[in-house]
């Protein structure tokens, strides 16, 4: 199943365009970091995405919406990278030490993740993008891990 996760306070709106245009009952204000359940997604006009939600929003109780798209990330939920013992997600596939305290960024163990992609890397690392959130100081998604 698709997830949609809102990365920037937005409005969902029943039509693309400006939220100013729209009036109070065409939009419903969705706050950073609220999930969602998809059924569809696609891109149109003035970079915005179509989406079907799983269940319906807001006073109007659609599911069919229109969302700015730099203010949603879409992710797939087969992908799920889970973390067995505390470590750290690292800029470069390095020994930590040889990394600077931005380069970095501690997971404790038991945390879960959503993935975009992973591949193999160097030095038995692998190198991840994360769907469903950002990370460190530099809010990155792609990660080295050993």
Known sequence: MKKLKVVSDTQFKLRPG??????RQDKVF????TEFDLTNSDVVQGGHLKVTLAKPLGPANKTVWYVYKPDVRVYD???KLTILSDTLFKQRPVLSNQLSEREKFFVPNG??????SYLPAEGQHVKV???NAFLGPENRTVWYAY
Do not use: F, M
Not at 18 to 23: D, F, G, K, P, Y
């Open 30 to 33: 969705v706050p950073n970091g």
């Open 129 to 131: 993008a994360i769907a």
């Open 111 to 116: 945390t879960d993740y959503y993935l975009q």
């Open 18 to 23: 400006l939220s100013n245009e729209l009036s």
């Open 77 to 79: 939920t087969n992908i």
